[in-house]
């Protein structure tokens, strides 16, 4: 028996016979709930919404532990502060925009 590994960024192209046959299935949109007012209210326009550089220092053993699992630790960085930032809810902020108070940025 011969295994293939599949590739989700590559993914095989259909042949002619297998696109005439998914497109002559109607798709079943009745397991999908309708979006509400609400769903719409909490929209945003863009994603991913825009990136600022900064510099951070992180315990020795964390940043290890980051780039342990390959490249893009960056991006886990802020994966994992962007669910620590949902999980806690919409908060008001104090202030819309940052100040700078003395030559540092208000926290």
């Known amino acids: 028996m ?16 297998e696109a005439r046959r998914l497109d002559a299935i109607p798709i ?8 509400g007012d609400e769903f719409f209210k909490k929209a945003t326009l863009a994603w991913p919404p825009t990136k600022q550089q900064l510099t951070i220092r992180l315990d020795t053993d964390v940043l290890r532990w980051l780039k342990a699992h390959g490249r893009g630790y960056q ?14 809810g919409l908060r008001q902020s ?7 108070t003395r030559g540092h940025t208000a926290h």
């Open 94 to 100: 104090r202030s819309p925009a940052l100040k700078k």
């Open 2 to 17: 011969k295994r293939y590994r599949l590739d989700p960024k590559k993914p095989r192209q259909l042949t002619p016979a």
């Open 28 to 35: 079943d949109y009745s397991d999908i709930p309708p979006l």
């Open 75 to 88: 991006t886990r960085i802020n994966r994992i502060l962007r669910a620590a930032m949902e999980s806690q």
